[in-house]
């Protein structure tokens, strides 16, 4: 389990990314709207790895591109931010989990319930 530190650093760095995504002027990125769904560190500091999703979901891959492309930059500045001793590598990784969701209260919300059912048991 991440200790107490790696989770507060966590926070700081999806803080920070969500701050500084707004910054980046690559058109693949600023035409997209991405959220930081969650952060992951080693101990070390030497990685950090950013899930991130993604809304229209069909421009999911050219929206990587552009994070990865933007990795410098991103990395400078949140190593001049946060003023860590090591500025960690960025790896990207596509989170589908707010998409997943949204299809799944769209299939409840379509379930055709009978409240009879509900006022015979009381």
Not at 10 to 18: A, G, V
Not at 62 to 72: F, I, R
Request: charged share 30%.
């Amino acid at each position: 389990m991440a200790s107490n530190r790696i989770l507060l650093i966590n926070e700081e760095i999806q803080k920070e990314l969500s701050a500084l995504l707004r910054t980046v002027k690559d058109p693949r990125v600023q035409d997209v709207m991405i959220s930081i769904t969650r952060v992951e560190t080693t101990p070390d500091l030497r990685y950090t790895k950013v899930y991130v999703s993604f809304l229209p979901e069909d421009k999911t891959a050219d929206a990587m591109a552009g994070l990865k492309s933007a990795a410098g930059y991103l990395r400078r500045e949140l190593g001049r931010n946060l003023r860590l001793r090591y500025s960690p590598e960025i790896v990207w990784s596509a989170d589908d989990s707010i998409v997943y969701g949204a299809k799944m209260l769209k299939l409840i919300n379509s379930l055709e319930v009978s409240h009879d059912d509900d006022t015979e048991q009381n």
